[in-house]
Protein backbone atom coordinates (compact mmCIF):
# COMPACT_ATOMS: atom_id res chain seq x y z
CA UNK A 1 0.00 0.00 0.00
CA UNK A 2 1.53 3.57 -1.38
CA UNK A 3 1.16 6.20 1.29
CA UNK A 4 0.44 6.64 4.13
CA UNK A 5 1.03 3.08 4.28
CA UNK A 6 -1.64 3.13 7.00
CA UNK A 7 -4.30 3.36 5.17
CA UNK A 8 -4.16 6.75 3.33
CA UNK A 9 -4.79 4.90 -0.18
CA UNK A 10 -8.41 4.64 1.67
CA UNK A 11 -8.69 8.82 1.48
CA UNK A 12 -7.34 8.34 -1.95
CA UNK A 13 -10.12 6.13 -3.16
CA UNK A 14 -12.83 8.26 -1.53
CA UNK A 15 -11.69 10.89 -3.95
CA UNK A 16 -12.89 10.92 -7.41
CA UNK A 17 -10.53 10.65 -10.30
CA UNK A 18 -10.00 13.69 -12.76
CA UNK A 19 -9.25 13.51 -16.03
CA UNK A 20 -5.74 12.86 -17.19
CA UNK A 21 -5.18 17.10 -17.28
CA UNK A 22 -6.42 19.93 -14.60
CA UNK A 23 -7.98 22.61 -16.75
CA UNK A 24 -5.11 24.53 -15.80
CA UNK A 25 -2.39 22.23 -17.68
CA UNK A 26 -4.50 22.33 -20.89
CA UNK A 27 -2.09 23.38 -23.92
CA UNK A 28 0.88 24.13 -21.41
CA UNK A 29 4.28 23.81 -22.75
CA UNK A 30 7.62 23.64 -21.38
CA UNK A 31 8.71 25.69 -23.49
CA UNK A 32 10.18 29.40 -22.24
CA UNK A 33 8.02 32.27 -23.63
CA UNK A 34 9.98 35.23 -24.57
CA UNK A 35 10.45 38.86 -23.16
CA UNK A 36 12.02 37.50 -20.00
CA UNK A 37 9.10 35.46 -19.08
CA UNK A 38 9.58 31.64 -17.67
CA UNK A 39 6.82 29.13 -17.77
CA UNK A 40 7.06 25.85 -15.42
CA UNK A 41 5.33 22.82 -15.11
CA UNK A 42 3.91 21.56 -12.19
CA UNK A 43 2.87 18.01 -11.62
CA UNK A 44 0.31 16.43 -8.92
CA UNK A 45 -1.35 13.57 -8.27
CA UNK A 46 -5.21 13.68 -9.35
CA UNK A 47 -6.95 13.86 -5.94
CA UNK A 48 -9.31 16.99 -6.52
CA UNK A 49 -8.53 18.46 -3.63
CA UNK A 50 -4.63 17.68 -4.89
CA UNK A 51 -5.34 19.67 -7.61
CA UNK A 52 -7.18 22.57 -6.06
CA UNK A 53 -4.51 23.12 -4.03
CA UNK A 54 -1.74 23.11 -6.27
CA UNK A 55 -3.78 25.37 -8.83
CA UNK A 56 -4.40 27.65 -5.51
CA UNK A 57 -0.65 27.98 -5.05
CA UNK A 58 0.27 28.77 -8.85
CA UNK A 59 -2.32 31.84 -9.11
CA UNK A 60 -1.15 32.82 -5.94
CA UNK A 61 2.28 32.92 -6.48
CA UNK A 62 2.23 34.17 -10.24
CA UNK A 63 -0.05 37.01 -9.35
CA UNK A 64 3.17 38.06 -7.02
CA UNK A 65 5.36 37.22 -10.02
CA UNK A 66 3.83 37.78 -13.69
CA UNK A 67 7.03 37.00 -15.08
CA UNK A 68 6.20 33.32 -14.05
CA UNK A 69 3.55 31.09 -15.11
CA UNK A 70 3.07 27.80 -13.90
CA UNK A 71 0.93 25.06 -15.26
CA UNK A 72 -0.71 22.15 -13.07
CA UNK A 73 -0.39 18.77 -15.08
CA UNK A 74 -1.72 15.77 -13.23
CA UNK A 75 -0.73 11.81 -12.76
CA UNK A 76 -2.90 8.88 -11.46
CA UNK A 77 -2.90 8.05 -8.08
CA UNK A 78 -1.29 4.85 -6.34
CA UNK A 79 0.99 2.28 -8.03
CA UNK A 80 0.35 4.05 -11.65
CA UNK A 81 1.16 7.15 -10.83
CA UNK A 82 4.13 5.71 -8.40
CA UNK A 83 5.22 4.35 -11.65
CA UNK A 84 4.74 7.48 -13.91
CA UNK A 85 6.69 9.61 -11.19
CA UNK A 86 10.00 6.86 -11.10
CA UNK A 87 9.71 6.77 -14.71
CA UNK A 88 10.07 10.38 -15.51
CA UNK A 89 12.71 11.17 -13.68
CA UNK A 90 14.82 8.18 -14.81
CA UNK A 91 14.39 9.54 -18.58
CA UNK A 92 15.04 13.10 -17.82
CA UNK A 93 11.28 13.94 -18.75
CA UNK A 94 10.00 15.13 -15.48
CA UNK A 95 7.67 18.34 -14.91
CA UNK A 96 9.97 21.63 -13.79
CA UNK A 97 8.37 20.84 -10.14
CA UNK A 98 6.15 17.81 -8.64
CA UNK A 99 4.47 16.75 -5.31
CA UNK A 100 5.30 13.55 -4.57
CA UNK A 101 5.69 11.68 -0.66
CA UNK A 102 8.07 12.84 1.79
CA UNK A 103 9.72 10.01 4.06
CA UNK A 104 10.84 6.90 3.21
CA UNK A 105 9.18 6.54 -0.14
CA UNK A 106 11.07 9.67 -1.13
CA UNK A 107 14.20 8.13 -0.32
CA UNK A 108 13.73 5.30 -2.82
CA UNK A 109 13.64 8.27 -5.64
CA UNK A 110 17.62 8.49 -5.13
CA UNK A 111 17.15 12.61 -4.42
CA UNK A 112 21.24 12.67 -4.41
CA UNK A 113 20.67 11.49 -8.05
CA UNK A 114 17.48 12.30 -9.16
CA UNK A 115 16.48 15.83 -7.06
CA UNK A 116 17.69 19.59 -6.78
CA UNK A 117 18.64 20.07 -3.05
CA UNK A 118 17.14 23.36 -1.71
CA UNK A 119 19.22 23.89 1.68
CA UNK A 120 18.33 27.30 1.54
CA UNK A 121 15.03 26.92 3.07
CA UNK A 122 15.79 24.71 6.30
CA UNK A 123 15.35 27.36 8.41
CA UNK A 124 12.10 27.81 7.07
CA UNK A 125 10.75 24.29 7.52
CA UNK A 126 9.73 21.99 11.28
CA UNK A 127 12.40 19.91 12.25
CA UNK A 128 10.27 16.52 11.47
CA UNK A 129 9.66 18.01 7.98
CA UNK A 130 13.34 18.62 7.58
CA UNK A 131 14.02 14.96 8.48
CA UNK A 132 11.36 13.69 6.03
CA UNK A 133 12.45 15.15 2.72
CA UNK A 134 15.95 15.00 4.20
CA UNK A 135 19.26 13.00 2.96
CA UNK A 136 22.92 12.74 3.51
CA UNK A 137 22.78 16.02 4.99
CA UNK A 138 20.65 17.63 2.35
CA UNK A 139 16.81 19.16 2.62
CA UNK A 140 15.33 18.45 -1.03
CA UNK A 141 11.66 19.42 -0.43
CA UNK A 142 9.04 21.71 0.94
CA UNK A 143 5.73 20.99 2.41
CA UNK A 144 2.48 20.76 0.54
CA UNK A 145 -0.62 20.48 3.14
CA UNK A 146 -0.41 20.21 6.92
CA UNK A 147 0.79 17.64 9.49
CA UNK A 148 -1.39 14.57 10.13
CA UNK A 149 -1.57 12.87 13.89
CA UNK A 150 -1.97 9.05 14.62
CA UNK A 151 -4.28 10.33 18.13
CA UNK A 152 -6.84 9.55 20.25
CA UNK A 153 -9.90 11.85 19.12
CA UNK A 154 -12.17 12.26 22.07
CA UNK A 155 -15.35 13.71 22.95
CA UNK A 156 -14.96 17.00 25.08
CA UNK A 157 -18.66 16.90 26.45
CA UNK A 158 -18.33 13.27 27.68
CA UNK A 159 -15.12 13.94 29.29
CA UNK A 160 -16.47 17.21 31.21
CA UNK A 161 -19.44 15.19 32.38
CA UNK A 162 -17.06 12.14 33.53
CA UNK A 163 -14.95 14.81 35.24
CA UNK A 164 -12.15 13.02 33.29
CA UNK A 165 -8.45 14.80 32.48
CA UNK A 166 -6.49 14.01 29.19
CA UNK A 167 -4.16 11.19 29.99
CA UNK A 168 -0.83 11.17 29.57
CA UNK A 169 -0.07 7.96 30.42
CA UNK A 170 -1.45 4.46 29.41
CA UNK A 171 -2.02 3.85 32.89
CA UNK A 172 -4.17 6.92 33.23
CA UNK A 173 -5.90 5.99 30.17
CA UNK A 174 -6.77 3.14 31.17
CA UNK A 175 -8.35 4.62 34.32
CA UNK A 176 -10.02 7.28 32.26
CA UNK A 177 -11.45 3.99 30.63
CA UNK A 178 -13.04 1.79 33.71
CA UNK A 179 -14.87 5.44 34.67
CA UNK A 180 -16.25 5.87 31.21
CA UNK A 181 -17.56 1.79 31.29
CA UNK A 182 -18.74 2.64 34.50
CA UNK A 183 -20.78 5.87 33.64
CA UNK A 184 -22.41 3.49 30.52
CA UNK A 185 -19.90 4.82 27.95
CA UNK A 186 -18.12 2.53 25.33
CA UNK A 187 -14.60 4.22 26.61
CA UNK A 188 -12.73 2.90 23.16
CA UNK A 189 -14.21 3.00 19.68
CA UNK A 190 -13.00 0.23 17.23
CA UNK A 191 -14.00 -0.45 13.90
CA UNK A 192 -12.75 -3.50 12.23
CA UNK A 193 -15.29 -3.31 9.33
CA UNK A 194 -12.74 -1.29 7.91
CA UNK A 195 -9.58 -3.50 8.96
CA UNK A 196 -7.16 -0.23 8.26
CA UNK A 197 -8.61 1.67 10.97
CA UNK A 198 -7.10 -1.58 13.71
CA UNK A 199 -3.46 -0.09 13.21
CA UNK A 200 -3.76 3.43 15.14
CA UNK A 201 -2.52 1.65 18.66
CA UNK A 202 0.89 0.15 17.23
CA UNK A 203 1.51 3.01 14.51
CA UNK A 204 0.39 5.82 15.99
CA UNK A 205 2.51 4.52 19.17
CA UNK A 206 6.19 5.20 17.70
CA UNK A 207 6.82 7.91 19.31
CA UNK A 208 6.51 6.35 22.36
CA UNK A 209 8.69 3.76 20.62
CA UNK A 210 11.65 6.01 19.37
CA UNK A 211 11.58 8.22 22.83
CA UNK A 212 11.97 5.21 24.70
CA UNK A 213 14.96 3.24 22.19
CA UNK A 214 16.41 6.23 20.49
CA UNK A 215 17.38 5.35 16.55
CA UNK A 216 15.01 2.38 17.20
CA UNK A 217 13.60 2.64 13.24
CA UNK A 218 17.08 2.38 11.97
CA UNK A 219 18.55 -0.80 13.72
CA UNK A 220 14.97 -2.32 12.43
CA UNK A 221 15.64 -1.64 9.34
CA UNK A 222 18.93 -2.99 9.58
CA UNK A 223 17.13 -6.31 10.95
CA UNK A 224 19.19 -5.82 14.43
CA UNK A 225 15.72 -5.26 16.26
CA UNK A 226 12.57 -6.68 16.27
CA UNK A 227 8.82 -5.88 18.15
CA UNK A 228 8.80 -8.79 19.76
CA UNK A 229 12.00 -8.23 21.43
CA UNK A 230 11.62 -4.72 21.78
CA UNK A 231 9.22 -3.79 24.93
CA UNK A 232 8.45 -0.43 24.18
CA UNK A 233 7.45 -1.52 20.35
CA UNK A 234 5.66 -4.61 21.73
CA UNK A 235 3.29 -2.03 23.72
CA UNK A 236 1.38 -1.35 21.19
CA UNK A 237 0.10 -4.73 20.69
CA UNK A 238 -0.22 -5.11 24.30
CA UNK A 239 -2.31 -2.13 24.20
CA UNK A 240 -4.55 -3.48 21.83
CA UNK A 241 -5.38 -6.54 23.78
CA UNK A 242 -5.82 -5.04 27.13
CA UNK A 243 -8.46 -2.65 25.89
CA UNK A 244 -10.64 -5.39 24.68
CA UNK A 245 -10.08 -8.05 27.54
CA UNK A 246 -10.82 -5.22 29.63
CA UNK A 247 -14.17 -5.08 27.91
CA UNK A 248 -13.32 -1.43 26.86
CA UNK A 249 -14.28 -1.37 23.52
CA UNK A 250 -18.31 -1.34 21.24
CA UNK A 251 -20.10 -4.22 21.17
CA UNK A 252 -20.03 -3.87 17.33
CA UNK A 253 -16.45 -3.13 16.73
CA UNK A 254 -16.25 -6.62 14.87
CA UNK A 255 -18.60 -4.97 11.89
CA UNK A 256 -18.24 -1.34 12.58
CA UNK A 257 -16.84 0.80 9.98
CA UNK A 258 -15.67 4.36 9.83
CA UNK A 259 -18.74 6.44 9.84
CA UNK A 260 -20.27 4.55 12.17
CA UNK A 261 -16.93 4.65 15.03
CA UNK A 262 -17.00 9.12 14.20
CA UNK A 263 -20.39 9.23 14.31
CA UNK A 264 -20.48 7.37 17.49
CA UNK A 265 -18.07 9.47 19.09
CA UNK A 266 -19.24 12.67 17.74
CA UNK A 267 -22.69 11.50 19.75
CA UNK A 268 -21.15 10.69 22.90
CA UNK A 269 -22.18 7.47 22.72
CA UNK A 270 -18.18 6.42 22.87
CA UNK A 271 -15.65 8.08 24.70
CA UNK A 272 -12.00 7.69 22.58
CA UNK A 273 -11.26 6.70 19.05
CA UNK A 274 -7.55 5.95 17.84
CA UNK A 275 -8.01 7.13 14.64
CA UNK A 276 -6.04 9.97 11.76
CA UNK A 277 -6.51 13.03 12.69
CA UNK A 278 -7.73 13.51 8.91
CA UNK A 279 -10.79 12.19 9.47
CA UNK A 280 -11.59 15.16 11.30
CA UNK A 281 -12.55 16.43 8.02
CA UNK A 282 -15.41 13.51 7.15
CA UNK A 283 -16.74 13.42 11.35
CA UNK A 284 -17.70 17.31 10.87
CA UNK A 285 -19.32 17.07 7.46
CA UNK A 286 -21.26 14.16 8.60
CA UNK A 287 -22.09 15.62 12.69
CA UNK A 288 -22.24 19.79 11.77
CA UNK A 289 -21.61 21.42 14.70
CA UNK A 290 -18.45 19.13 16.42
CA UNK A 291 -15.86 21.34 15.44
CA UNK A 292 -15.05 22.32 19.01
CA UNK A 293 -16.84 19.24 20.85
CA UNK A 294 -13.87 16.80 19.98
CA UNK A 295 -10.09 17.03 20.79
CA UNK A 296 -7.18 15.42 20.49
CA UNK A 297 -4.54 14.04 22.31
CA UNK A 298 -1.61 11.60 21.60
CA UNK A 299 -1.69 8.18 22.32
CA UNK A 300 0.57 8.13 25.84
CA UNK A 301 3.40 5.71 27.42
CA UNK A 302 4.72 5.12 30.17
CA UNK A 303 6.10 7.89 31.06
CA UNK A 304 4.39 11.28 31.24
CA UNK A 305 7.58 13.49 31.21
CA UNK A 306 8.15 12.05 27.66
CA UNK A 307 4.65 12.55 26.22
CA UNK A 308 4.28 13.37 22.75
CA UNK A 309 2.64 13.16 19.23
CA UNK A 310 3.31 10.73 16.65
CA UNK A 311 2.87 12.58 13.13
CA UNK A 312 2.89 12.13 9.21
CA UNK A 313 4.43 14.81 7.51
CA UNK A 314 2.58 16.32 4.45
CA UNK A 315 4.12 14.96 1.02
CA UNK A 316 6.69 17.02 -0.82
CA UNK A 317 7.43 19.28 -3.63
CA UNK A 318 10.35 18.90 -5.64
CA UNK A 319 12.53 19.97 -8.20
CA UNK A 320 13.72 17.83 -10.32
CA UNK A 321 17.78 17.62 -11.37
CA UNK A 322 16.86 18.20 -15.42
CA UNK A 323 15.40 21.44 -14.28
CA UNK A 324 17.75 23.95 -15.43
CA UNK A 325 18.75 27.62 -15.77
CA UNK A 326 16.49 29.85 -15.94
CA UNK A 327 13.79 27.47 -15.06
CA UNK A 328 15.47 26.01 -11.83
CA UNK A 329 15.61 29.85 -10.75
CA UNK A 330 12.17 30.32 -11.08
CA UNK A 331 11.48 27.00 -9.69
CA UNK A 332 13.01 27.44 -6.11
CA UNK A 333 11.57 31.22 -5.93
CA UNK A 334 7.92 29.55 -6.48
CA UNK A 335 9.58 26.76 -3.55
CA UNK A 336 10.26 29.87 -1.71
CA UNK A 337 6.83 30.98 -1.76
CA UNK A 338 4.95 27.97 -1.10
CA UNK A 339 7.38 27.56 2.46
CA UNK A 340 6.69 30.85 4.05
CA UNK A 341 3.57 32.47 5.75
CA UNK A 342 2.19 33.72 2.20
CA UNK A 343 2.47 30.20 1.16
CA UNK A 344 0.14 28.82 3.87
CA UNK A 345 -2.54 31.67 3.20
CA UNK A 346 -2.34 30.20 -0.10
CA UNK A 347 -3.10 26.96 1.32
CA UNK A 348 -5.23 27.28 3.19
CA UNK A 349 -7.96 29.27 0.98
CA UNK A 350 -7.91 26.44 -1.05
CA UNK A 351 -8.23 23.85 1.51
CA UNK A 352 -9.27 23.90 5.19
CA UNK A 353 -6.24 22.94 7.36
CA UNK A 354 -6.61 20.26 8.85
CA UNK A 355 -3.45 19.51 10.97
CA UNK A 356 -0.49 22.35 11.85
CA UNK A 357 1.67 23.73 8.90
CA UNK A 358 5.21 22.41 8.46
CA UNK A 359 6.81 26.25 7.66
CA UNK A 360 7.85 28.52 10.30
CA UNK A 361 5.66 31.41 10.70
CA UNK A 362 2.82 29.81 9.92
CA UNK A 363 -0.34 30.25 12.40
CA UNK A 364 -3.45 28.30 11.69
CA UNK A 365 -6.53 29.98 11.28
CA UNK A 366 -8.71 30.61 14.63
CA UNK A 367 -11.75 28.50 12.55
CA UNK A 368 -9.83 25.27 12.67
CA UNK A 369 -11.69 22.36 14.88
CA UNK A 370 -10.56 22.15 18.39
CA UNK A 371 -8.28 19.13 17.52
CA UNK A 372 -6.36 20.69 14.94
CA UNK A 373 -5.37 23.38 17.37
CA UNK A 374 -4.83 20.06 20.12
CA UNK A 375 -2.33 19.07 17.24
CA UNK A 376 -0.47 22.26 17.58
CA UNK A 377 0.34 22.26 21.03
CA UNK A 378 2.35 19.43 20.74
CA UNK A 379 4.16 20.75 17.25
CA UNK A 380 4.91 23.89 19.21
CA UNK A 381 6.58 22.12 22.17
CA UNK A 382 10.27 21.15 21.52
CA UNK A 383 10.59 17.60 21.34
CA UNK A 384 6.84 16.94 21.86
CA UNK A 385 6.10 15.29 18.33
CA UNK A 386 8.05 13.08 16.04
CA UNK A 387 7.58 10.90 13.13
CA UNK A 388 5.45 7.91 11.95
CA UNK A 389 8.33 4.99 11.30
CA UNK A 390 6.79 4.87 7.99
CA UNK A 391 9.49 8.14 7.12
CA UNK A 392 12.18 6.91 8.94
CA UNK A 393 11.97 3.14 7.93
CA UNK A 394 10.53 1.55 4.11
CA UNK A 395 10.11 -1.47 6.41
CA UNK A 396 6.42 -2.37 7.04
CA UNK A 397 4.75 -5.49 6.43
CA UNK A 398 1.13 -5.87 4.60
CA UNK A 399 -0.40 -8.03 6.93
CA UNK A 400 0.05 -5.60 9.64
CA UNK A 401 -4.07 -4.83 9.91
CA UNK A 402 -5.61 -8.30 9.80
CA UNK A 403 -2.87 -8.80 12.61
CA UNK A 404 -4.09 -5.98 14.51
CA UNK A 405 -7.64 -7.07 13.79
CA UNK A 406 -7.16 -10.47 15.62
CA UNK A 407 -5.47 -8.96 18.78
CA UNK A 408 -8.17 -6.59 19.04
CA UNK A 409 -10.74 -9.15 18.75
CA UNK A 410 -9.54 -11.87 21.05
CA UNK A 411 -8.41 -13.99 18.86
CA UNK A 412 -4.45 -13.83 19.19
CA UNK A 413 -2.45 -12.52 22.01
CA UNK A 414 0.02 -9.82 21.82
CA UNK A 415 3.25 -11.22 22.27
CA UNK A 416 2.43 -14.11 19.16
CA UNK A 417 0.94 -11.26 17.27
CA UNK A 418 4.39 -9.33 17.65
CA UNK A 419 6.49 -12.62 16.51
CA UNK A 420 3.96 -13.20 13.72
CA UNK A 421 4.56 -9.48 12.32
CA UNK A 422 8.25 -9.78 12.98
CA UNK A 423 8.04 -12.60 9.83
CA UNK A 424 6.02 -10.71 7.65
CA UNK A 425 8.12 -7.69 7.93
CA UNK A 426 10.82 -10.27 6.89
CA UNK A 427 9.17 -10.72 3.70
CA UNK A 428 8.57 -7.55 2.74
CA UNK A 429 12.20 -6.17 3.40
CA UNK A 430 13.64 -9.15 1.85
CA UNK A 431 11.50 -7.84 -1.22
CA UNK A 432 13.12 -4.70 -1.25
CA UNK A 433 16.06 -5.82 -0.72
CA UNK A 434 17.78 -4.51 2.11
CA UNK A 435 21.01 -5.28 3.69
CA UNK A 436 20.70 -7.23 6.98
CA UNK A 437 18.12 -9.17 5.99
Given at each position: ????????????????????????????????????????????????????????????????????????????????????????????????????????????????????AVDEF????????????????????????????????????????????????????????????????????????????????????????????????????????????????????????????????????????????????????????????????????????????????????????????????????????????????????????????????????????????????????DSVPQ???????????????????????????????????????????????????????????????????
Amino acid sequence: MKRRQIGLAVLSAAALALSACSAGSLGSSDEDSGGGKVTLSFLTDNQPETVKIAEGLAKDFTAKNPDITINVETRPQGTEGDNVVKTRLSTGDMTDIFMYNSGSLMQALAPQKNLTAVDEFADKLDDNFKKSVGSDGKIYGVPFGNYMAGAILYNKEVYDKNGLKVPTTWDEFMSNNAKLKAAGVDPVIQTYGETWTSQLFILGDYYNVEASTPGWADQYTKNQAKYATTPAAKAGFDHLQEVHDQGYVNKDFASAKLTDGLNKLAKGEGAQYPILSAMLSQLIADNPGTENKIGLFAIPGTDAAKNGLTVWAPNGLYIPSSTTGDKLAAAKKFLGFVASPEGCESLGKASQPTGPYAVSGCKLPDSVPQAVKDMQTYIDKPGASGLALEFLSPVKGPALEQICVEVGSGIRKSDAAAKLYDEDVKKQAQQLGLEGW
